[in-house]
């Protein structure tokens, strides 16, 4: 069982940065893939991107060049560093975690809203 907490999120304008985290904890050895995902209002729940245990990444093409992922292993945390922010960026931003096994787990989200 896996446990996903996010923090990180909140508001800021348009051209700014903010930095998102998620921190898993439970079966720490079990984990392959981490990643992030977004959901605006009416909209369905998208990809941001991914990374895993190897390092081999995956990014949205709306967010290349603007986003980061990263993770640190030893503290199986996952980070989000999101600049040159757009409004079109607003959403609740999810944590997933794919074990491998194949399970899937999902974060309870942190809000990023960007101003105009």
């Known amino acids: 069982q896996v446990q996903l907490v996010e923090s990180g999120g909140g508001l800021v304008q348009a051209g700014g940065s903010l930095r998102l985290s998620c921190a898993a904890s439970g079966s720490r050895f079990s984990i392959n893939r981490m990643g992030w995902y977004r959901q605006a209002p009416g909209k369905q729940r998208e990809l941001v991107a991914t990374?895993?245990?190897?390092?081999?990444?995956n990014y949205a093409d709306s967010v290349k060049g603007r986003f980061t992922i990263s993770r640190d292993n030893a503290k199986n945390t996952v980070y989000l560093q999101m600049n040159s922010l757009k409004p079109e960026d607003t959403a609740v931003y999810y944590c997933?975690?794919?074990?491998?096994?194949?399970?899937?787990?999902w974060g309870q989200g942190t809000q990023v809203t960007v101003s105009a």
């Open positions: 990374i895993t245990s190897g390092g081999s990444l």
């Open positions: 997933h975690a794919v074990s491998v096994s194949l399970l899937s787990y």
